[in-house]
């Protein structure tokens, strides 16, 4: 049995060690269109290496989410080279999302934004964007149909789209006073679930004309998505960040619409109102506990893992082999 396992988690490593080097392959070899200016080289690429990205050093850890493309195109396909270039392209448009966001939010004193002003980091997220254009036309190179090809640029557009628009929901001013549960998961689900919706799609896209498995891999990606910033929310609450930045989310959300009285005060003070006024992150916190509000997050977050599952099922029974992918379930 320990044989076995230790083989196991040996073999887990392997292969995503080999696809990690292959999608870091891409990555580089896209940028090499770089001009040759050192300094903007160094900035276009310093995004690509923070966590989860396809040029981090841990990016073979064990949900590893810059491989999503490849690895839903190897469950329909057994094949995943095809799908390098738009795993490439993902990566570039998360990163270049990384520094709009770090922009928008001024509040990350490492960002790029903050070392070397909004100028700078426009222009870097800006060549970003452009790069991921020129992975994505490196698909017919893989000799995907040029139909295909179209229909993949189109979708990963599309998507970014829906990622603008869910951050147009957050940056509105009244978001963070009236946003209410429904609102708030229907900006998840655009804002936050984008790039792993949009890496199942188009992973499925190059390796199945069947749209209702496309449809279905989505549909993971996207639940899979959401899931993952629930538990964000909850581990923003927990270590006190989101706290201190006044972030209106899932947790908070239900405890507002739950309390009244004092209680309900505390929470419009510490997250709604704009006075000068520093909360207390552990009095928050145990508030935000004691109404059961992070129960609640939990128990969401948990119904979007159990729906991206029943997705991963579906796709089982359509004949695709998703064991690689229930990593990202654990």
């Not at 309390?259 to 929470?267: I, K, V």
């Not at 916190?285 to 004691?290: A, E, Y």
Request: charged share 20%; proline share 3%.
């Amino acid at each position: 049995m320990g044989s076995r396992t230790l083989t196991s988690v040996h073999n887990l490593g392997m292969w995503q060690k080999r696809q990690a080097e292959q999608l870091r392959e891409e990555i580089e070899a896209v940028l090499a269109a770089l001009p040759n200016e050192a300094s903007f080289h160094d900035l276009v690429k310093r995004p690509l290496t923070h966590a989860k990205r396809g040029l981090a050093a841990d990016s073979t850890h064990n949900q590893p989410w810059a491989l999503l493309p490849l690895l839903v195109c190897e469950a329909i396909s057994g094949h995943y080279e095809q799908a390098l270039p738009v795993a490439a392209a993902v990566q570039f448009l998360m990163a270049a999302s990384d520094v709009f966001d770090d922009l928008e939010d001024a509040d990350c004193p490492e960002s790029l934004s903050a070392r070397y002003g909004p100028a700078m980091a426009i222009n870097t997220a800006t060549a970003l964007l452009s790069l991921a254009q020129r992975a994505e036309v490196r698909l017919e190179a893989r000799g995907i149909d040029a139909r295909i090809v179209v229909r993949a640029v189109d979708a990963v557009s599309s998507f970014c789209i829906n990622a603008c628009a869910g951050q147009h929901l957050d940056l509105s001013p009244d978001s963070s006073t009236s946003i209410s549960e429904d609102t708030y998961l229907r900006m998840a689900s655009l804002k936050s679930a984008w790039a792993l919706e949009c890496a199942c799609y188009v992973g499925t896209l190059l390796a199945t004309a069947n749209e209702e498995l496309i449809a279905t891999f989505a549909l993971f990606g996207r639940d899979l998505g959401i899931a993952v910033q629930i538990a964000n929310d909850i581990h923003g609450i927990g270590s006190g960040n989101d706290i201190a930045k006044r972030k209106v989310t899932l947790p908070v959300i239900y405890a507002l619409a739950q309390t009244d009285g004092d209680a309900r005060g505390q929470l419009e003070r510490a997250f709604l109102r704009q006075a000068e006024f520093v909360p207390d992150a552990q009095e928050v916190r145990d508030l935000l506990f004691r109404t059961g509000a992070m129960h609640y997050a939990t128990v969401i977050m948990e119904l979007y893992r159990q729906r991206a599952g029943d997705n991963l099922s579906r796709a089982r029974q359509a004949g695709a082999n998703v064991e690689r992918l229930k990593l990202f379930l654990g």
